[in-house]
């Protein structure tokens, strides 16, 4: 995993609540046993005017020109904000897959469905809660202005707009530390080995029936 | 002083950097099950790193998401689905891990065929790279969904980082009414808390109504819980429980089963335990429920009428329901009787088990789909289900009223194989969600019961299955 850096990047809308997995990454798209390649179909019910299969060229495709991304201001969005619930449905990664595949690094919402919460921090895509107030806010000044770009210090933990204002947000300790170090939690938890045959061994003897 | 939940939570605690709540913590696995969609990239990254599965035994898998349903003999048209379901073939073998393949009989849903087995038995801790694992949760377990970074992390370590859950109490009491079902009391839940109610809760369904639902009936709800945002649902084990699953395969057996029962016993939440939200429902005032938008939250009764947005002040909400409105092509105050339906799909992991085709069998036995109905379709859970439904000649009596009757899998639930509604086509479907172009792009799903799928059929439209003449 890629160490999160503080960036300026542009900012998109996505003024809808509950966007689920399969509006972020519709099924088809499943098929693959890759990780990467999933950007270019980010939306694409959404995105797209015809029907979207695995293997079309989408630089063939018809953009829908009514959907928010489509819109020629925001083409380099990196920090996609969003409402309630954002990521809610399937488990699948495919979704956090699709968005960091894109271009986004970061996601602001009220609130996200935990699963896909806990996804984002897999892949070092950021995901960050924000009161309603402030979310509001910035969608009312991403909306009047062309260009709009916020700063993102993970380290501080604050947004920051090019006027200077700052807004804190909270993240667990845990996961910033990964994210900010780009570390494989895997290796983090292996660390733990002779504590894990320890419990696997007290298993073993109190509930045999799970070991057969 | 321990609600089930924290019971399951604390006996597979293996580590925490600190005794604070909020603090991640390293969680036991006793139980991974696996499919093709959300491996693959889990094992690559295994292989790359050099690394191998922690216990090889803890694992069950299965290919159900892209499996066809009819013509399994001829193979896999579809390349890339194909391709899919071979790795994951391939990955099992390599690594000595047990799968049910295409052919074989024990085939189906992952979420049907572990319990099935008594590969889900209570007090384990249970994941698959799928939200709707917390069926499991029905048998006193505590049993999540799981990214493909975290399939990859359960594989190499048998643990999984995680966060205690807040706890939620949803009680049941009463006596559900005739034709009223456990997928009615789950679509009744999230009408009330809404889909994101429960993020951050472990449910835990409780009360006299939930203590009389068979395990069917409990998987149904539990399943349902992600649908209210909640990881994880869960029941309190009883004899219900028990009886289902001694004698399975993985069960255990002799003295392991006497000692395993004894502690099975103990998974309830004590008497006097708190939790941090409770929700109480009678479940006499629970009427089948139809969805009418692209939320399972979006639900009102089957007297009831589509809501009009014009009604509600929250503009965002009332954004959401116009644009709900657009998608299904419906409009304001319409009765939810009068809508009429293309297809229906009896199936899906909350309702293609042995119970919920007898139900639907029953409401169609010795009648037929309306004519207007383009395709009716009967996908149970797995070959064992599918077995017994025969032996009970209930494929007769749905071949007889003009259903197809096909092999298990995943089919028209998310509509990954060639099981599919074309655009705009409407669906009475017993599945879990109704998100735009879930069953099919421009497809429109309209979550319901078995019992109530089958009414629809008959009727090509909506109806109260309480007046079809069911016990
Ligand atoms: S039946 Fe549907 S919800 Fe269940 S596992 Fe399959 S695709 Fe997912």
Redesign the pocket.
Known sequence: MEKFQTFTGVVAPLDRANVDTDAIIPKQFLKSIKRTGFGQNLFDEWRYLDHGEPGMDVSQRQLNPDFILNLPRYQSASILLARDNFGCG?SREHAPWALQDYGFKVIIAPSFADIFFNNCFKIGLLPIVLEVKFLDQLFREVNQTEGYALTVNLQDQVLIKSTGEHIPFTVDTFRKHCLLNGLDDIGLTLQHAEKIKAYEQKRREQQPWLFV | MYTLYDKLWNQHLVHTESNDADSMALLYIDRHLI?EVTSPQAFESLKLAGRKPWRVNSILAVA??NVPTTGRNQGINDPVSRLQVDTLDENCEELGITEFKMHDMRQG???VIGPEQGATLPGMTVVCG???TS?HGAFGCLAFGIGTSEVEHVLATQCLLAKKSRTMRIVVEGKLGLGVTAKDIALAVIGKIGTAGGTGYAIEFAGSAIQSLSMEGRMTLC?MAIEAGARAGMVAVDDTTIEYIKGRPFAPQGDLWDRAVAYWRTLHSDADAEFDKSITLNAAEIRPQVTWGTSPEMVTTIDGCVPDPANVADQIKRHDMEQALKYMDLQPNTPIQSIMLDKIFI????N?RIEDLRAAAEVIRDRHIAPTIKLALVVP?SGLVKQQAEKEGLDKIFVAAGFEWREP???M??A?NDDRLSRGERCAST???NFEGRQGPGGRTHLVSPAMAAAAAVEGHFVDVSKFGIS
Not at chain 2, 347 to 350: D, E, I, K, L, R
Request: charge should be negative.
């Open positions: 399937s | 499919h159900d998401h849903i992952v979420h799928d939200s709707h069926t399943n199936g899906s992991c909350t293609s859970g899998g995943c089919s639930c998310l990954m599945s879990n969600r």
